[in-house]
């Protein structure tokens, strides 16, 4: 890879998610755990990622799977304590892994001291101010006070009961009711999350993975969603002042911290705004994650992206998934291979075979691209969406929130398997007496990592061989990328020096360009024509 001391990590790293409930369970307890995720670091070493990101570990009533904090200097006992994290992050670093902490601005729990406080003071009381309660419309106060939808669908305000048993104010959730969201506009929460960021790198996180970044304002005068006119609480620019903010914190340790923001915008200079010089390092580049298996579709995502983060000479990102969107194996099998939550269905057909063999080449296509790379966990296994989760299992509140119509995203979130022929496939050990959280396939006997190590077919050695030839290349990782002229439904480029990647997105195979050898491939190449769905890396002359 590419690095150099002179250019800061996040540029072009190899980034892990890590979703910690369904890593690896080391008591038995069918969660997974911070002394499960230890044992595993070897793994990761061994796949040759440069950091890991974590999903929250803070203490929290999981109504939301963690999103909903109520405690951000400290653990979720389920997971461990924070002396052991500690531990976590010093053999981490240890072993040459940066630790990417999650941190979620946007809400806590409504079990969170402040919002406790707030409730148990009635009308009057100051911790009311730091949240956005509001009295109903209507005669008796009855109505919400706007017909804003949440996030995740359904409604946004909860009205509360007063200490005397009357009906009291409303409260509002952009997400689940039980995830009250902040007033950013009050100092002492612009304070405490500061100071919540100064606690995390203190402790040596590397870097911080901002949820739901474009989130946080809201227009005080709580106007209805109109289209045409300013969104009332999407991506207001107040908010760019909160992360200059945070980014004077980032750049006072001598050793470099990273802000990473969750941006779901489409317009493409507002989304780069976030990566201004005094902003965000990187953020997630969902146009990518969300385009379809389409070459020109494909080049054109990724010709925008690079052309807007040139302008502020911020590296870009390559996402095929995450613990929030269908995973790739499943979403390059359907007839439709975008992603958008408004779409996502329940008894949608499914070729996993094309989807693996699609994945597989996504895969080179993303770790080869100018920029950081982000692999979620079981990706590298070519794991599928799990999707006949029993009604009565689901824990995601999507599932609910969108009136049982979206299935949820709980079948990204299915516990890794790691060996045997049976669940719970070494996520839990063989002697423990609770079953993984969520059921995990039986079919997955063949995803193991067991399974898959030392098979030059398989795709974690895909993975593992790709990684290791993108810290080997000097050409792979930050830079730049020129196309070469390629037929219809082919994306070719090449990186200097001597690199060149090759994919064929036709439903033909294609002669491959003039290249002195193949340094990888997706499938078998026969001879110089490279089948449909495949992606090649050639090495095109000198590497020196």
């Known amino acids: 890879m590419s690095t150099s001391d002179s250019r800061p990590w996040w540029r072009d790293a190899v980034i892990y998610q890590v979703y910690p409930r369904s890593f690896a369970d080391d008591n038995g307890d069918g969660i997974g755990d911070l002394a499960g995720i230890r044992k595993r670091l070897g793994y990761l070493s061994e796949l040759g990622v440069d950091a890991i990101w974590f999903g ?244 054109e995502s990724i010709d925008g992206t690079l052309a807007e983060h040139a302008t502020i000479d911020a590296p870009a990102t390559w996402v095929l998934s995450n613990h929030d969107v269908t995973r790739v194996v499943t979403r390059y099998g359907r007839a439709d291979t975008t992603f958008s939550f408004a779409s996502k269905r329940e008894g949608t057909y499914t070729d996993l075979e094309l989807g693996t063999v699609r994945a597989r080449a996504a895969a080179l296509l993303s770790l080869s691209l100018p920029g950081a790379a982000y692999v979620y966990q079981g990706e590298e296994l070519g794991l599928w969406e799990v999707e006949d989760i029993p009604p009565a299992l689901r824990q995601d509140p999507m599932f609910p929130r969108s009136g049982f119509v979206d299935p949820g995203r709980d079948g990204c979130r299915v516990p890794l398997p790691w060996s045997g022929d049976v669940a719970p496939f070494g996520f839990s050990p063989d002697d423990a007496s609770t079953a993984p959280w969520l059921p995990q396939p039986a079919a997955w006997k063949d995803q193991t990592v067991q399974a898959q190590t030392s098979d030059p077919h398989s795709m974690l050695e895909l993975y593992r061989e790709a990684i290791r030839l993108r810290r080997e290349l000097p050409a792979l990782g930050d830079g730049t990328l020129r196309w070469l002229p390629a037929p219809d439904g082919v994306l070719a480029f090449a990186r200097d020096p001597g690199f060149a990647c090759v994919v064929n997105l036709s439903e033909a195979p294609v002669e491959l360009p003039p290249h002195q050898g193949r340094l990888l491939a997706s499938r078998p190449v026969d001879g110089d024509l490279l089948p449909p769905d495949t992606a090649v890396w050639l090495r095109t002359g000198d590497r020196s």
């Open 56 to 299: 929250p570990w803070y203490p929290s009533p999981m109504a939301d799977a963690g999103y909903d904090v109520a405690d951000f200097r400290s653990v979720e006992p389920v997971f461990g304590s924070l002396a052991e994290l500690e531990e976590l992050i010093a053999e981490a670093h240890g072993q040459g892994l940066r630790i990417i902490a999650d941190l979620v601005p946007n809400h806590c729990s409504d079990q969170h001291p402040w919002f406790q406080a707030a409730l148990a003071g009635g009308p009057d009381a100051p911790e009311r101010d730091l949240f956005w309660f509001r009295p109903g419309r209507g005669p008796d106060g009855d109505q919400r006070p706007t017909d804003w939808v949440g996030e995740f669908g359904g409604e946004t305000w909860t009205r509360t009961t007063n200490p005397d048993g009357t009906p009291g104010d409303w409260y509002l959730h952009l997400f689940a009711a039980e995830q009250p969201d902040f007033n950013w506009d009050h100092p002492r929460v612009r304070a405490e999350f500061e100071d919540i960021l100064r606690f995390w790198f203190d402790r040596g996180v590397d870097g911080i993975r901002i949820d739901s970044a474009a989130l946080l304002l809201k227009d005080a005068t709580l106007p209805e969603v109109v289209d045409g006119a300013p969104h009332p609480f999407h991506d207001l620019d107040g908010v760019h002042d909160i992360y200059r903010s945070w980014r004077r914190i980032a750049d006072s340790y001598p050793e470099r911290r990273a802000l990473i923001g969750e941006v779901w915008l489409p317009d493409r200079q507002r989304f780069t705004n976030y990566l201004r010089p005094d902003e965000l390092h990187t953020a997630f580049n969902f146009d990518f994650l969300s385009c379809a298996w389409d070459a020109a579709k494909l080049r």
